[in-house]
């Protein structure tokens, strides 16, 4: 072999190796949110769209939920990276023996809410849940929130009339359902249009205002993949936050919305915007809160509660499981 | 035939959950994704009885909406046997309404009868309706011609003569769709609760896999197995004794 052919040997494997490490400049991550692609995922969707995971050096595959889709499986049986699940789903799994941790909490408040009519009499106290007929989704975390609810105010079910539901509005808007369990921030916002298109006013019954703080969806990983890769927990984490600080800024409405769109095909621009305003405050209720904080005293008063509802048997010490907060 | 039906079953349930299990121990997954034998167990121990009831409840939908789809198929089967405008048009029409996913229409469902009893009687009879009525198409459309030809030709056929012949030579095929069918019933009533519904396995099911309980599902299953094989035994013992007498009267006859 000559010269000449040597230094172009050369040169084709320089290239050849130079290749791969370029491409594999984006690490690749799957990440399972809870439910269906809508404006409440809304920081998810814009971490991806507006470049924060690519410029962390991310290739996010952002995958939607469901009740069969869920996240933890997910971890376990290592097809996705992260997710996000409800804190029932995490503390119903780590009572059955799962190695996950938390690492952000996405809502502040908890979107689960209940819808009822302006006609109605307020619900001020507790107590103005008597004799209502609520809806409750049997088997889902509003049953244990109202569950709880009733149990603080010392309430009787015989004292008013539990119904099961699902996602069909219709016993709601033809009144055989009184109070009725929404999204604040995706349903909430589609049946509280519905109603004012037929000039019916609304109310909604928060259960943090009565002292019920069950933590909704928070991001979660695995305990292999924060022992293995730190550094990537970090940075996705960091990524994923700057996604969701930077859409919940109204500054960014117009592209966030548009990112949104996308993916949710179901609503039209003005729920989704309605719906954008809706989950920036419950993501980020006050300036002063940073977009992820974890609030430890929720998460017990959650275990607690599932606890006193017997859907775990031991205490799971959720605290334990809190990473971010910790560390930062 | 009843025992071999339950014998059967069982053989599938334990491969089944064998098979799951050897998932768990390889990627050593929690009991939260998959369920070991102890918690199986000790979650059977708490909602046997529940679930047993939920069971029997589906069941009594099942079997009435099999009898009502047996009907339907029947009476559509022969109405449209003939290859006239109005029997393609009702095999056109029954054709069509199936085409539509059973998902799709039950919110409509849903909406007209509310989620009682009714919702799951119709949507378990639209499950199970359809094969039983290619197959009692099929059957009365086919002509015998062996035997019609002589009635034809001394001028006796009449419409439930021609039925009466097409279902007695075809007996073992009847006997054994309608049969079949009844897992078809049962699939549909827990669809039917599964989606619109507040009673019922299909219903409880729902629950469980809200709070991602995978025990209580294979508890479910397990229940669900053993009650349609011995539903699906009864059925076909009583197909068994059916073709038994007929072939006798039918000797009878013949001597």
Avoid at chain 2, 215 to 235: E, H, P, R, T
Wanted: charged share 20%; aromatic share 10%; with cysteine.
């Amino acid at each position: 072999m000559n010269k000449k052919n040597l230094m172009l040997l050369l040169l084709l494997l320089l290239l050849i190796s130079a290749a791969p490490l370029a491409y594999a400049k984006d690490i690749k991550i799957n990440y399972r949110l809870k439910w269906l692609f809508n404006t409440s995922v809304a920081g998810d969707i814009y971490a991806e769209a507006g470049g924060f995971f690519k410029e962390a050096g991310f290739a996010v595959h952002v995958k939607e939920g469901s009740p069969e889709k869920n996240a933890i499986n997910e971890l376990e049986l290592k097809r996705a990276d992260f997710g996000v699940a409800s804190a029932d789903q995490v503390i119903r799994a780590l009572d059955r023996g799962a190695k996950i941790l938390v690492i952000a909490q996405l809502f502040q408040v908890n979107p689960m809410q209940w819808i009822y009519r302006a006609d109605q009499p307020e619900i001020k106290t507790l107590q103005d849940l008597k004799g209502r007929r609520i809806g409750v989704t049997f088997g889902g975390n509003d049953e244990t929130i109202m569950n709880t609810l009733l149990a603080k105010a010392g309430i009787r079910k015989k004292d008013l009339t539990l119904t099961g539901v699902r996602f069909d509005f219709t016993p709601f808007l033809r009144r055989k359902v009184d109070v009725w369990p929404v999204y604040r921030n995706s349903q909430g916002v589609i049946l509280k249009d519905k109603l004012e298109r037929e000039r019916e006013r609304v109310n909604f019954f928060n259960p943090a205002d009565f002292g019920v703080n069950f933590v909704a969806n928070s991001v979660i990983t695995s305990e292999s993949m924060m022992k293995n890769n730190p550094d990537i927990v970090e940075e996705f984490l960091n990524a994923l936050l700057k996604g969701w600080e930077e859409a919940m800024d109204p500054g960014n409405e117009e592209k966030v919305l548009k990112a949104v769109k996308k993916f949710d095909r179901g609503n039209n621009n003005d729920i989704r915007k309605k719906q954008l305003d809706a989950t920036r405050t419950l993501i980020k209720p006050s300036v002063h809160i940073k977009i992820g904080t974890i609030d430890i005293n929720a998460w017990k008063q959650t275990e607690s509660i599932m606890l006193g509802e017997k859907q775990i048997k031991k205490p799971v010490y959720i605290e334990t499981r809190l990473i971010w907060k910790k560390e930062k | 035939m009843l025992f071999r039906r339950i014998f059967q079953f069982l053989i599938v349930y334990i491969i089944g959950i064998a098979f799951l299990l050897m998932i768990k121990m390889a990627l050593s997954l929690s009991n939260y994704v998959i369920p070991g034998v102890p918690l199986i167990v000790e979650t059977a121990g708490q909602v046997f009885k529940d679930y047993f009831f939920d069971v029997m409840s589906t069941m009594s939908v099942t079997v009435l909406g099999q009898c009502i789809s047996i009907v339907m198929a029947f009476t559509v089967g022969i109405a449209g046997r003939k290859s006239s405008w109005m029997g393609s048009f009702i095999k056109v029409t029954a054709y069509n309404i199936q085409a539509y996913p059973i998902v799709a229409l039950a919110p409509i469902i849903f909406i007209l009868l509310g989620d009682g009893f009714i919702p799951r009687l119709l949507i378990a009879s639209m499950i199970c309706y359809f094969p039983l009525l290619l197959s009692v198409l099929g059957i009365m459309a086919t002509p015998v011609k062996d035997i019609e030809h002589f009635y034809i030709a001394t001028g006796r056929m009449r419409w439930q003569l021609e039925v009466k012949i097409r279902a007695f030579e075809n007996l073992n095929k009847l006997v054994t769709v309608i049969s079949g069918s009844a897992t078809l019933a049962m699939a549909g009533t827990i669809v039917a609760e599964f989606i619109a519904a507040n009673a019922g396995i299909g219903y409880s099911i729902r629950v469980a896999l809200y709070q991602s309980d995978l025990a209580k599902i294979l508890v479910a299953l397990f229940m669900i197995g053993i009650i349609i094989s011995i539903y699906q035994g009864i059925l076909e013992t009583m197909g068994e004794q059916i073709k038994i007498r007929w072939s006798v009267s039918k000797q009878g006859e013949a001597l």
